[in-house]
């Protein structure tokens, strides 16, 4: 497709377990987010990737979380020892370089996941 | 207290009539962005603004950015079943857009 796709769509685990989310972003764009979005409220930054290094990855909580893009395209958000708190939807977007100017993130469709 | 915050949190009004949506910032912005999000979807970008007393339109929607820079307000004409959904602001306070914090978002409803 021509859109940002995010995999798994959903995602219950137990508390305790790893858990893997990717993201294939548009082809060509060298930018990569990821954001956190809770129940009733916005997304939260996490990470930011310019092409296969994260420029950026103030936002991700504590060290269970680690997200990677060894080739500069898909990017793998992956998280350790899973608690009820991180239940959320997870979207990962993306952008050219270029276009950072006219502030366009193109989001995917998110994946939720739920930690019982 | 929220960096970003929106009001109303939810709208309900009658299709055919008109609204706004504010976004206030405690502080002076690089940028402001405004998008929608529909239950299930990811956000969809409608407009950004980065000058002071900057205005866009984008069909029926409205956007401005006050004088400061703290401020802007979403406005849409002759609301349409379409504009149901979640609004979102989002503020770059670094430059260069790869790190927006967002509001809480605003509901917005719109009746038959």
């Known amino acids: 497709g021509a859109g940002v796709s995010q995999t798994p769509s959903n995602k219950v685990t137990e508390k305790g377990k790893y858990v893997e989310l990717r993201c294939d972003p548009i082809s060509g764009h060298t930018a990569l987010y990821w954001y956190r979005q809770s129940l009733g409220q916005g997304p939260e930054f996490l990470i930011y990737f310019q092409g296969t290094g994260a420029a950026d990855d103030s936002g991700l909580p504590n060290d269970r979380f680690f997200a990677v893009r060894p080739e500069g395209s898909v990017s793998t958000l992956k998280i350790q020892r899973t608690e009820r708190g991180d239940s959320a939807v997870y979207l990962c977007a993306s952008s050219l370089k270029g276009e950072v100017l006219t502030g366009e993130l193109f989001f995917g469709e998110g994946s939720r996941l739920t930690v019982l | 207290s929220q960096e970003l915050e929106q009001s109303p949190q939810s709208l309900i009004v009658q299709e055919g009539k008109n609204l706004t949506i504010n976004c206030t910032s405690s502080?002076?912005?690089?940028?402001l962005y405004w998008y929608k999000q529909k239950y299930g979807e990811g956000l969809i970008f409608l407009m950004m603004?980065?000058?002071?007393?900057e205005e866009k339109s984008h069909e029926k929607i409205t956007a401005k950015l006050d004088e400061k820079k703290q401020q802007s307000s979403l406005h849409i004409t002759a609301s349409q079943p379409s504009h149901a959904g979640i609004y979102l602001c989002?503020?770059?306070?670094?430059?260069?857009?790869?790190?927006?914090?967002f509001g809480q978002g605003t509901r917005l409803t719109i009746n038959p």
């Open positions: 502080k002076t912005l690089y940028g």
């Open positions: 603004l980065q000058k002071g007393g």
């Open positions: 989002g503020a770059d306070r670094w430059g260069g857009a790869q790190k927006l914090v």
